[in-house]
C-alpha cells in the first residue's frame, strides 16, 4: 500500500523560503518511471500542478513559478523536498505531494504521460505577516 | 486561467447522466492521455479514470471516459449524491512540459 504524507510549517511570512517534506511508503523512488509530484490548491480554488521528480532525478517545473521552485529527492529516506522563495500571501494554499505511475504500452513506459495516485493528505500553508 | 477548460459547474438529479468536457490543445489533451481526479468536500483529490478511459480499481463502473481530438469527457450515469464533489481533467503539455490542470467542475446533485 502506497501512502505520503506532507509536513512542514504552517505559516510563514511573506519573502520567506518555504520548505515542504513528503515522506512516502508502499514504493522506490529508484524504481524505473515512478515520480512524486506537488501540486496545489488555494482555498476555493482550482488544482495547481508546481512540480514533479522522477527515478532518474528528471525535474519539471511549472514554468510559472520556475525560478522559485526546487525539488529533490533523498531515496535513502523515502523523502521529496520542495522549496518555494519569495512567498506572498497568494501563496496560502493547500500544497499535496502524489505518487506519479507511468503510462505503460507495448513495452514502453513514459512517465511524462502518468497520472498522481494516490496522494497525500495535504497541508495548509498560509503566508501572512 | 487554467490551460484545460472545464465547465465550472454542473448538475443532475438521482439517476441521471452527466458529463463534464474538458478542452485542451494539439499539445495536450491532443497527443496526450487525459486522466481525471474526483476530489469530495474536504479531502485530497483521488484518482477517477487514467488514459483516457481506464477505472482504477474500486472506481464503479458509472464513471467512464472519453477523448476526441483534443477534447476529453467524462460521463457518470446513473448519479448519485455521493457524486457530489469537484472533478478535474489532467494532461501532459508537450509544449511546457509540465503536467496541465483543468480548472475543475463543481458536480451539485439535486
Known amino acids: 500500500q502506497i501512502t505520503l504524507k506532507e509536513s512542514g510549517p504552517t505559516l510563514v511570512k511573506p519573502t520567506q523560503t518555504l520548505t515542504l517534506t513528503c515522506t512516502f511508503s508502499?514504493?522506490?523512488?529508484?524504481?524505473?518511471?515512478?515520480?512524486v509530484g506537488w501540486i496545489r490548491q488555494p482555498p476555493g480554488k482550482a488544482l495547481e500542478w508546481l512540480a514533479l521528480?522522477?527515478?532518474?532525478?528528471?525535474?519539471r517545473y511549472s514554468p510559472s513559478l520556475k525560478s522559485r521552485l526546487t525539488i529533490t529527492k533523498d531515496t535513502s529516506k523515502n523523502q521529496v523536498v520542495l522549496t518555494m522563495t519569495k512567498m506572498d500571501p497568494v501563496d496560502t494554499a493547500t500544497y499535496y505531494c502524489a505518487h506519479s505511475t507511468p503510462y505503460c504500452s507495448g513495452g514502453s513506459c513514459y512517465p511524462y504521460l502518468g497520472w498522481f495516485d494516490p496522494w497525500g493528505q495535504g497541508t495548509l500553508v498560509t503566508v501572512s505577516s | 486561467q487554467s490551460v484545460l477548460t472545464q465547465p465550472p459547474s454542473a448538475s443532475g438529479t438521482p439517476g441521471q447522466r452527466v458529463t463534464i468536457s474538458c478542452s485542451g490543445s494539439?499539445?495536450?489533451?491532443?497527443?496526450?492521455?487525459v486522466n481525471w481526479y474526483q476530489q469530495l468536500p474536504g479531502t485530497a483529490p483521488k484518482l477517477l479514470i487514467y488514459?483516457?478511459?481506464q477505472r482504477p480499481s474500486g472506481v464503479p463502473d458509472r464513471f467512464s471516459g472519453s477523448k476526441s481530438g483534443t477534447s476529453a469527457s467524462l460521463a457518470i450515469s446513473g448519479l448519485q449524491s455521493e457524486d457530489e464533489a469537484d472533478y478535474y481533467c489532467a494532461a501532459w503539455d508537450d509544449s511546457l512540459m509540465v503536467g496541465v490542470f483543468g480548472g475543475g467542475t463543481k458536480l451539485t446533485v439535486l
Open positions: 521528480i522522477y527515478w532518474n532525478d528528471d525535474k
Open positions: 494539439s499539445s495536450n489533451i491532443g497527443s496526450n492521455t
Open positions: 488514459s483516457n478511459n
Open positions: 508502499g514504493f522506490s523512488l529508484s524504481t524505473s518511471g515512478v515520480g
